[in-house]
């Protein structure tokens, strides 16, 4: 660790957030910044692990649920890119380009998949019978942002998951699309311990070239809502520009019906973080610590070589169900041990000293609550239940925040107080549709939000007339600062 | 499947080689090329999955040697890049440079990550106890290659891991240099049945910036070699070009010794291809195979019902320890199936009706014998030996084959009839050092074939003068044809 870091995070999480986060992300050695291409980072070891993790649990689901693995190239033809005109007037900013080799087409870095898979479903897609198709990849993709850059929250290289699938009916794609709301909701809620709003985009708001999109709000520390997993009904447009048909059971041509659903592993680590965190660093969930157990050694000169053979056995007995790590490192005493692995956030600490070996019980060290228990070596399921209940904890807490900062405001006032103090706005809204931008600008010049969307997995009716305009609501949007 | 693809391999392995793996790769939807952009192709599920699973067979063994994984940015800074001048030198004419936005500094897309990873070095590392230090990364690499493209042997785009390592002597990197190629002989050799030579290449041979370089050399049907996971010595190049220093134990400061790896697992896919497919098509290593048993039910009108369920039991028995699939699709005869996972390389069919119903037998199809075996159902060893004895059956097939194809010459003459028949000469060479030039040189005009290097893991004596210039020979050398 080099020295500038050795100290542990000195920002509190509640007074500056910002600090805290940057402190946080190089100081546990997930990212480092010091390469210095602008967008562009490097992810450590421990950032590495987690993010390997995070794809492990969603490529589980998504297999779970009919999907398969391909690996489309990094790169896209200019003509592909422009093949969809909504698309590319909605990427052409933010595209990387090659310098092209003499003779052959302009290639853009991908900044999503869309122009390479639907060209596959065109040669791939017979009939009604190889549908539905549900294809993904991991990967990097890139987008030439233009705003400021902060590192896992907005970069100019992510790593995400796009998963890409081909329907006969408008009806199995809006299906896939409430299935990709199921998943974000068992990965990053149940898995993670982040719950989301599921927002429906307004109009003005939606995924370049999809029919409509429903992201994933998560609230950060600060109030501001950050966006998780998104999905796209792409509906028929890409399978037009594309010319992607199936016969139906009729024998008739028809175009397919295609979603889109894209998690950030990058950007999830950013929520896990920052949701779970505390003033002492990271506190990671059991299903994507790289160690959930960490045992340090605690002895003397007299007892070392007892102790340490102690520990070794212990983590024999315990590296059958957890991902165990026994810190043997020499040159630090048990406290900086402690320190480290506490900003590294690992779930459970066991100590071993003396008195532990003495009565073959374990002392374990719970990471959120900083508190110490002591249980039998031989009581296996205890350990289990110690995990579970730290996951668990970490979501109710998580659960609780999000829950209390959503207020309903009746008028521009009550908007702009809660806005304010950081909270999320529910409110009776005209429209969604175009017919809505003023409205939407209001708040976004007269109080520095933004109109975030509807429920996308549940209809709220409005219960007055638009909060803004006074007209008929139609809607129940959310309003809120966002990343 | 598309209706063109429908019909098995046509062409003869072992009479058009390069037909019948074009053929293969497409057929069973390893590989699509239709996408149409030079040197880079999309990767079908049936692909994907296979090399997931070498990747995962790589992590393993990296993490259990002790590296960690890392993500660096998929680009280079032209300055990075420029650091070390033989490796600008070899590389500049490789690369694929962004349009860059105004007023930044130059990015190639990352050709290797060499000049990532040692600046990094120089952050990390502060003292001798910081070492080793070994990371490695899993993502794509980019090289403007100009020789003519072919689908996954030569690409613009690939996938590969890449180790890097640092140390505190010369001794330890070169001890990683030969870790490296155990780590080879244990994945490629032992787990995929891939028997290589491991090659220290000439010195006008090596990699960019390297001391020397260990390749790995597997034959090809066609005689030809072709280069799987190269390992090198970097010595102290990499880190003098970016001031990577340590504290040694005496507290003065030195350049640290770095080795890098690289094992491409599109190429690696190559070789599992070419070494063990026959004129039906794949044949997959148990460790890699996506699917190892696949169950074919055979019914009629009658025992439908019956031989279905009976085959979801086999299924749920088997899965407990293999990847088995159960293929229940209407629309294919039996017959027809089974060319599809024949064609597809399925290790293991079970083949499932009426008799073996009421036996409580399985009949087991055997793709590399295509011979048919009768075992009973509650023999769960069985199945597992049938496994083995299949590896082992693939990899001392192709152990034979090399051995055979290896021969020793004494003439120029003998030389050029061996590689006129494919083969790979065994001969004693004046150096593989500059001085040894020339007599390379000859090789390549008169006999179009290459020195490929000496046995990278055990030295080997020469018995008599160089077969080429008549000198004292230091080495004795491998000459071949390659890819």
Redesign the interface.
């Given at each position: 660790m080099?020295?500038e870091f050795q100290q542990g995070v000195t920002a509190k999480k509640c007074e500056n957030f910002s600090e805290w986060y940057n402190q946080v992300i190089q100081k546990a050695e997930i990212v480092?910044l010091?390469?210095?291409?602008?967008g562009?980072?490097?992810?450590?070891?421990w950032?590495?692990?987690i993010?390997?993790k995070i794809y492990d649990l969603y490529e589980e689901e998504l297999q779970k649920r009919g999907h398969?693995?391909?690996?489309?190239?990094?790169?896209i033809?200019e003509s592909n890119l422009k093949k969809e005109s909504d698309h590319i007037k909605g990427f052409t900013p933010e595209v990387?380009?090659?310098?092209t080799?003499k003779g052959?087409?302009r290639?853009a870095?991908r900044p999503t998949s869309e122009t390479?898979y639907t060209?596959?479903f065109a040669?791939?897609v017979?009939s009604h019978?190889d549908l539905p198709m549900k294809?993904y990849?991991r990967?990097?993709v890139?987008r030439?942002d233009t705003k400021a850059t902060r590192p896992l929250i907005r970069g100019r290289?992510f790593?995400w998951i796009e998963a890409h699938d081909a329907f006969a009916t408008k009806e199995e794609a809006e299906a896939q699309v409430q299935e990709d709301i199921e998943m974000t909701e068992k990965v990053l809620h149940q898995q993670l311990g982040i719950p989301f709003l599921p927002m429906k985009r307004p109009e003005w708001d939606k995924f370049a070239g999809a029919e409509y999109t429903i992201g994933s709000d998560v609230l950060m520390p600060d109030g501001k809502l950050i966006q998780q997993p998104s999905t796209h009904l792409m509906g028929q447009k890409f399978s037009r520009a594309f010319n992607a048909k199936f016969k139906n059971k009729d024998g008739k041509e028809e175009f397919l019906w295609t979603t889109a659903y894209g998690p950030a592993m990058s950007r999830i680590l950013v929520s896990i973080i920052s949701t779970h965190g505390d003033d002492k660093g990271l506190i990671l969930p059991t299903s994507v610590a790289p160690i959930e157990i960490v045992i340090i050694p605690i002895y003397t000169k007299k007892n070392k070589k007892e102790i340490l053979e102690y520990c070794k056995k212990i983590k024999k007995k315990l590296e059958k169900d957890h991902r165990v790590h026994l810190d043997e490192r020499e040159?630090h005493t048990p406290g900086r041990k402690f320190n480290e692995w506490e900003l590294k956030g690992v779930p459970l600490r066991v100590e071993v000293g003396q008195k532990e070996m003495e009565e073959q019980t374990l002392t374990i060290f719970i990471r959120d609550m900083k508190k110490r228990e002591k249980i039998q070596l031989k009581d296996s399921k205890k350990l289990k239940l110690l995990k579970r209940e730290f996951d668990e904890r970490l979501k109710k807490k998580a659960e609780e925040k999000l829950k209390k900062s959503i207020v309903e405001c009746k008028t521009k006032e009550e908007i702009k107080k809660a806005i304010r103090n950081g909270k999320i706005c529910k409110v009776n809204w005209c429209s969604t549709a175009k017919e809505g931008v003023p409205c939407a600008e209001y708040i976004e010049k007269n109080i520095n939000a933004d109109v975030r969307g509807t429920l996308g997995n549940k209809k709220e009716t409005p219960s007055s007339n638009c909060v803004i305009c006074g007209k008929t609501a139609k809607e129940v949007v959310y309003i809120g600062r966002s990343y």
């Open positions: 080099p020295e480092d010091r390469l210095g291409i602008k562009f980072i490097v992810i450590r070891p950032g590495a692990k993010i390997e398969q693995p391909t690996i489309m190239p990094s790169v033809p990387f380009w090659l310098e080799p052959s087409e290639l870095l390479l060209p596959m040669l791939w017979r019978r294809l990849q990967g990097a890139f030439l290289e790593y040159e």
